[in-house]
């Protein structure tokens, strides 16, 4: 996630760029020069940041039951969001055009702002633990109470208490 924000912070330059560019000439070369090597940079990131969690996180979290149909719609929302995405965006610049990246910068911290208010935390705990936080009235605050563990003479983890 870290990752991910650097990349969101690089896309505002990419604004900037391409604010500055529009403003400035059509036909500046050293804008544009920057402008293109940093949307590979941005993309470079995005894909070592946030695309990996597109297939880990669904397989994560979903239950042996209902894996197959979970899989299936993780891959299916995102790929209709890119078609939207590939059919919208060309218009969008045409007709608010620079503007459109400062629409995608804003949006990325909202994103990032629900996952962080409404997404369980999965780290560091067993897949029946987390079957246990999904299953639970509300996943988001089971994923964050504190347990305190013990072990017995046999080796044993023992739970002493939810904190």
């Not at 000439?25 to 020069?33: E, K, L, Y």
């Not at 920057?34 to 946030?50: K, M, P, R, T, Y």
């Not at 995608?104 to 936080?133: G, Q, S, Y």
Request: proline share 6%; charged share 15%; hydrophobic share 55%.
């Amino acid at each position: 996630m870290v990752i991910g924000t650097f990349s969101i912070i690089n896309f505002v330059w990419v604004a900037a760029i391409g604010a500055v560019s529009y403003q400035n000439s059509h036909h500046s070369i050293p804008a544009g020069n920057a402008f293109a090597a940093l949307v590979f940079f941005f993309n470079a990131v995005f894909a070592f940041g946030i695309t990996p969690l597109q297939a880990l996180y669904p397989v994560e979290v979903l239950s042996f039951e209902i894996r197959a149909k979970g899989m299936a719609f993780s891959q299916v929302a995102p790929q209709a969001a890119m078609l939207i995405n590939q059919l919208a965006y060309p218009v969008a610049l045409k007709n608010i055009g620079w503007r459109l990246y400062i629409v995608v910068a804003c949006w990325c911290p909202i994103r990032a702002f629900v996952v962080w208010l409404f997404i369980p935390e999965t780290k560091n705990r067993t897949l029946e633990e987390i079957d246990d936080i999904f299953n639970a009235p509300n996943p988001r605050n089971t994923s964050l109470m504190k347990k305190k563990l013990a072990v017995d003479g046999q080796g044993n983890i023992l739970e002493l208490e939810k904190i």
